[in-house]
């Protein structure tokens, strides 16, 4: 055999083993690990807005020297102007320095515009911070009796103006001391309603 022959010889058997090397490499890789599917987490849940609730509008009784006294509603934070103004503002007659006109009113409140030379009414209660969150009238004073208050006195309650003040007088006058005071709803000018507002304000004093 020729020199060249043995040369071809080696280089092919060299080919074969480096063959079989990478063969017997490629069986010991270990097998590829199995995919883990991953399931998705759910989301957190958006979160609820809170709903401050609004305040309720409020109810007051306007009387004085205002073109159209009378029972009106008005929006919550509502002031002393705003119910005047309600009424159709004050008139020519009224003592505007007499009653401080940027209070805040509360429901169930009477605002009094007093006239030139009539005595100054009592302050109108503001609503405490609460009480305005609430829309709710503030705790009352001192309880007027139905009895025994004189007509001013009797001004002084929610919803009663001078006219209603005398005729409450005048049927305790006819009639006698009041034994309920479900009957203030004899009174001609007290409904219902007006009754409602009363009854936390008043004894049979």
Same mark, same amino acid.
């Given at each position: 055999?020729?020199h060249? #022959? @043995?040369? @071809?010889q080696?280089?092919?058997?060299?080919?074969?083993?480096?063959?079989?090397?990478?063969?017997?490499?490629?069986?010991r890789?270990?097998?590829?690990? &199995?995919?883990?599917?991953?399931?998705?987490?759910?989301?957190?849940?958006? &979160?609820?807005?809170?709903? $401050?609730? $609004?305040?309720?509008?409020?109810?007051?009784? %306007?009387?004085?020297?205002?073109?159209?006294?009378?029972?009106?509603?008005?929006?919550?934070?509502?002031?002393? %102007?705003d119910?005047?103004?309600?009424?159709?503002?004050? $008139?020519?007659?009224?003592?505007?320095?007499?009653?401080?006109?940027a209070?805040?009113?509360?429901?169930?409140?009477?605002?009094h515009?007093?006239?030139?030379?009539?005595a100054?009414p &009592?302050?109108?209660?503001?609503? #405490? #911070?609460?009480d305005?969150?609430?829309?709710?009238?503030?705790?009352?004073?001192?309880l007027?009796?139905?009895?025994?208050?004189?007509?001013?006195?009797?001004e $002084?309650?929610?919803?009663?103006?001078?006219a209603?003040?005398g005729?409450?007088?005048?049927y305790?006058?006819?009639?006698?001391?009041?034994?309920? %005071?479900?009957?203030?709803?004899?009174? @001609?000018?007290?409904?219902e309603?007006?009754?409602?507002?009363?009854?936390?304000?008043?004894?049979?004093?």
């Open positions: 055999m020729s060249l #022959s @043995r040369a @071809r080696a280089l092919v058997a060299a080919l074969v083993g480096v063959a079989a090397i990478g063969a017997a490499a490629l069986l890789q270990p097998a590829p690990e &199995p995919l883990l599917l991953v399931e998705e987490t759910s989301l957190p849940a958006t &979160p609820t807005l809170a709903i $401050t609730p $609004t305040a309720a509008p409020i109810t007051v009784f %306007v009387s004085g020297a205002v073109v159209a006294p009378g029972v009106y509603t008005l929006p919550p934070q509502s002031r002393v %102007v119910a005047l103004q309600a009424a159709g503002g004050p $008139t020519e007659e009224a003592a505007l320095e007499a009653l401080n006109q209070t805040l009113l509360a429901d169930g409140v009477q605002v515009m007093p006239r030139h030379g009539e100054a &009592p302050p109108v209660s503001a609503p #405490s #911070s609460a305005t969150l609430a829309g709710e009238a503030p705790s009352s004073g001192p007027v009796g139905l009895n025994s208050a004189t007509a001013a006195e009797l $002084t309650l929610p919803g009663i103006g001078p209603l003040a005729r409450i007088v005048e305790r006058e006819a009639n006698g001391p009041f034994t309920s %005071v479900d009957q203030l709803q004899e009174v @001609r000018g007290i409904g309603k007006l009754l409602d507002q009363l009854r936390d304000h008043v004894t049979l004093d």
